[in-house]
């Protein structure tokens, strides 16, 4: 297929690398031109405007947005509503609040734009091992536009099947789903970040507590030193708390055990914001998800080992660069 991409920073890049190596063709703007231009040399065709970008492809076109949800967000998918038509659409793969896609879909159905949110997991490694796609939005252009969702997922690899699974049950095996209607795929998006909020933030207490055991004001016959890369290295081996975020944990430590090039200051995205407001309004309680995110907010106060770990795990798995102290 062909795809324009608007937006080349660590994931926008690496999506449009994906596509080319399985097929699609891609036009691509950003407005940092060294981008464009990098992305040229890989075979991609480099566009210095929106408009050129939409002057490149061919009708019904589809269009991905990789920028920074809130504002930006909306100055382009504001510039897209005057330069596409009908039956084009707009592909939302940032983290956009979910009732901000509901209210663009019907701004762009006037139309006859087409409005897709696509919840993207994978960070900087999903070029290699993919991206888990949630998807939202209405079922005949999600069908359209299936072949960049599949090649943009990981398929099936070899992670077990799920026991008592039926076979040929839709498309979750393959690392991308159809959520639901409008909104729906940047609704599971958020749900699915306020989770890996509370996982981190267990991760770093968990190694918080186990650094605390050597310090001096424990009693001698109770202190322990661990070596926590290896304490992660062997909870990586059959323990029911492995994980991908265990793996990038280890993978941290071993590069710097101390973590001491990492102040603790944590950063939100936003959707952990959203899902803990989410769980309000439906009055769930949701006190481990909401302390995740309280620890982020103190964590730009004062810092422990806890919040170094954090920064390392976003490090490692998004390319998340905290911000000085």
Request: overall charge negative; glycine content about 12%.
């Amino acid at each position: 297929m062909q795809l324009g991409m608007v937006g080349l920073g660590r994931m926008g890049a690496n999506m449009t690398r994906r596509l080319l190596r399985g097929g699609h063709e891609c036009a691509v703007y950003d407005r940092d031109a060294a981008g464009v231009a990098a992305m040229a040399a890989e075979g991609a065709a480099p566009c210095a405007s929106l408009v050129e970008l939409v002057e490149r492809l061919a009708p019904p076109r589809a269009v991905w947005l990789m920028v920074p949800a809130g504002e930006a967000t909306e100055e382009t998918v504001a510039a897209l509503a005057e330069l596409l038509g009908a039956g084009d659409a707009v592909i939302d793969g940032g983290n956009s609040y979910f009732k901000d896609d509901v209210r663009r879909a019907r701004r762009l159905a006037a139309k006859d734009v087409r409005y897709v949110d696509v919840g993207t997991s994978g960070g900087v490694w999903g070029v290699e091992r993919g991206y888990s796609l949630m998807i939202g939005g209405d079922a005949d252009v999600v069908r359209r536009l299936d072949p960049i969702f599949r090649t943009l997922a990981p398929g099936r690899g070899d992670v077990p099947r799920t026991p008592g699974r039926p076979d040929a049950h839709g498309t979750a095996e393959e690392g991308y789903l159809h959520c639901g209607p409008t909104g729906a795929g940047h609704f599971v998006k958020m749900v699915h970040n306020g989770i890996e909020y509370g996982l981190m933030q267990a991760y770093a207490e968990g190694f918080d507590i186990l650094s605390g055991a050597g310090r001096d004001t424990t009693p001698e016959e109770q202190r322990y030193h661990f070596d926590l890369a290896e304490i992660a290295e062997v909870w990586r081996r059959g323990s029911v708390v492995g994980s991908w975020l265990l793996d990038l944990t280890a993978a941290a430590l071993v590069a710097e055990g101390d973590l001491a090039s990492y102040a603790g200051y944590v950063e939100d995205s936003g959707e952990g914001r959203w899902t803990v407001q989410t769980a309000v309004e439906q009055a769930v309680p949701a006190e481990v998800l909401t302390a995740a995110l309280y620890a982020r907010f103190r964590s730009r106060q004062d810092h422990t080992f806890a919040e170094r770990v954090l920064s390392a795990m976003r490090a490692q798995f998004g390319g998340h660069v905290e911000r000085p102290a």
